[in-house]
């Protein structure tokens, strides 16, 4: 059994920080991309930011300049800085992460339940 485990949401006021934690645990065999989505009340889940098992990353251009990505493989878990924080940054935060499961040959998509991220003074 693989699972996705976040941490670090809250509330924080407009310009301030956040950094949000996901671990992968259970029998893994190798993780490949993982990323962070985000989705706001009434939106359809959105893109922030992925980043690859070599460390290519990629970012929605509403978080550019503001959101770093980084990963710690030994550890299996990834990270999302968010710095400069916006009142449209509110959203439950989503890890997702490409997985092939010790003994499956398969590379399955994993998502995270979800953390709160509110934006607001």
């Known amino acids: 059994q693989v699972q996705l485990v976040e941490s670090g949401g809250g509330l924080v006021q407009p310009g301030g920080s956040l950094r949000l934690s996901c671990a992968a645990s259970?029998?893994?065999?190798?993780?490949?991309?993982m990323g962070w989505y985000r989705q706001a009340p009434g939106k359809q889940r959105e893109l922030v930011a992925t980043?690859?098992?070599?460390?290519?990353?990629n970012f929605a251009d509403s978080v550019k300049g503001r959101f770093t990505i980084s990963r710690d493989n030994p550890k299996n878990t990834v990270y999302l800085q968010m710095n400069s924080l916006k009142p449209e940054d509110t959203a439950v935060y989503y890890c997702?992460?490409?997985?092939?499961?010790?003994?499956?040959?398969?590379?399955?998509?994993?998502w995270g339940q979800g953390t709160q991220v509110t934006v607001s003074s």
């Open positions: 980043i690859t098992s070599g460390g290519h990353t």
């Open positions: 997702n992460a490409d997985i092939n499961p010790r003994g499956t040959g398969v590379i399955f998509a994993y």
């Open positions: 259970g029998s893994i065999f190798s993780i490949y991309a």
